[in-house]
């Protein structure tokens, strides 16, 4: 039988893991859940003070990056979630959708697969 992939981005583990569940009784393959990011590293896990702190730039303090290079880090913090100042917008679909539920379904369950995944709130 040929198989399928969906690639389902949620806002949160449990909407994922909750929109997994609907899909067992289906002919699911492999299935996994994870997060993921636009900037490489996991930034600073403690608090700092931008005036006094050493710290490597403002990508490394807003947006949790560990930039091996430093254009990319002005780069990143030229980028408007780096400032604040932006929230994407009401239109902006795709804002904090940082979970990735990866599904292989057989084909004659991808439509049903899709169906469920989108009434679970993913973006497909």
Sequence with gaps: MAEKNILAYFKSPEQAEKALEQLMPLKVIDSSINRFDGYPG?????????????FPGLGYLTLGGDFSDRDAAIL????????????????????GR????????????????????EKAGALV
């Design 42 to 54: 996991d930034g600073s896990d403690r608090i700092r003070n931008p005036i006094t702190g050493d």
């Design 98 to 117: 940082d979970i990735l539920l990866t599904v292989i379904v057989e084909e004659e369950d991808y439509e049903q697969a899709v169906a469920i995944v």
């Design 76 to 95: 990143a913090a030229a980028h408007v979630s780096a400032s604040g100042m932006s929230s994407g917008g009401q239109d902006d679909e795709t804002a």
